[in-house]
């Protein structure tokens, strides 16, 4: 009898490694400074690629940070390879630079736009794709508008800001203290004007740190809704309910200013894509939980508008 268990525990085991490996993983250095994973799905056909961009600070292609593991970008191109649409995510620059103790601290906004025409633009040149689709997530929704152009066949924003990112720092900042948010106004004003500065609280020295404002002044160029504005491509905005980082209001303003964008709202989806039911604090420590499941509203959402 023990044998026989054992003969078909190994016969489910394999299994549900097969019914698991739906798409094959490689490994793919664009440059120097850019690396990822392509997840191919097993089938004949020519494929979609969906070319995944990370959100904001040091973000790998998991969507992960040193001390925040949620696999959230994974997870998606998992999926999405799952069902049949091919995938490539990759580290974001600062990423190596860390692993190497070499970090450019020179680094801009521009320099992840860059990255990311150098990573469609590799895949075009392939012509071993049937479209190229872009999703940026957070961050990576602006970056992605920017680089997108001309470049690929459509675009998806996975909760990412409509406001300049200096008019986002303020709303945030007065949310949690509205006399803080007065002096969040004044340094942001100047940052936009593109002038640094030394004068602001301490409470916010880890926003405004005279280290990273011209990363900032470089940020704050770019409006969102002026960006999409000019997309002539299928475009999907998305965001959830839940999230804590990039209100509904957000999506809202990216899809008023493009009548042709399709706009999905995830009910109790929260900002690292998984479904929250309880309160703000199982949100916040789900960005360090990489046991949780990624929304399947979200991927049934992107399936759809990408294979119609």
């Keep these: 009898m023990k044998y026989l268990l054992v003969i078909l525990s190994a016969l489910i085991f394999n299994f549900s490694f097969c019914q698991d490996n739906l798409f094959t993983e490689e490994e793919i250095s664009v440059s120097s400074l850019i690396d990822g994973t392509l997840l191919t799905p097993n089938t004949n056909e020519k494929q979609i690629l969906v070319i995944i961009i990370a959100g904001s600070g040091p973000t790998d ?3 992960n940070q040193n001390f925040m593991k949620n696999n959230s970008l994974k997870k998606l191109a998992e999926e999405l390879a799952n069902e049949g ?9 600062i990423v190596k630079q860390i692993r190497q103790g070499n970090i450019d601290k020179n680094v801009m906004f521009d320099d992840f736009v860059s990255d990311a025409v150098e990573v469609i633009t590799y895949f075009k040149e392939k012509e071993a794709h049937s479209k190229i689709y872009i999703v940026g997530h957070s961050q990576g929704s602006l970056v992605g508008m920017l680089a997108v152009k001309d470049l690929a066949d459509g675009f998806i924003s996975l909760a990412g800001a409509g406001q300049n990112i200096g008019d986002v720092i303020v709303d945030q900042v ?6 803080l948010g007065e002096e ?9 004007n593109g002038e640094t500065t030394s004068e602001f609280p301490p409470m916010l020295a880890s926003v405004f740190n005279i280290d990273i404002q011209p990363f900032m002044i470089n940020w704050m160029q770019y409006n969102p809704t002026e960006v999409i504005r000019k997309l002539n491509i299928p475009i999907l905005i998305v965001n959830g309910t839940k999230d804590l980082q990039v209100s509904e209001e957000e ?3 990216l899809k008023d200013a493009n009548e042709n964008a399709e706009l999905k709202i995830i009910e109790n989806m929260n900002h690292v894509l998984f479904e929250i039911e309880g309160d703000d604090l199982e949100n916040s420590k789900s960005y360090n939980e990489a046991s949780r499941e990624i929304s399947l509203e979200l991927i049934e ?3 759809k508008f990408i294979k119609n």
């Design 251 to 253: 999506a809202q303003l």
């Design 85 to 93: 649409i091919a995938t490539y995510r990759y580290d974001k620059r």
């Design 184 to 192: 969040a106004q004044k340094v942001v004003d100047k940052l936009k």
């Design 174 to 179: 007065t949310n949690m203290a509205p006399k």
């Design 301 to 303: 959402s992107i399936t």
């Design 61 to 63: 292609r998991n969507g």
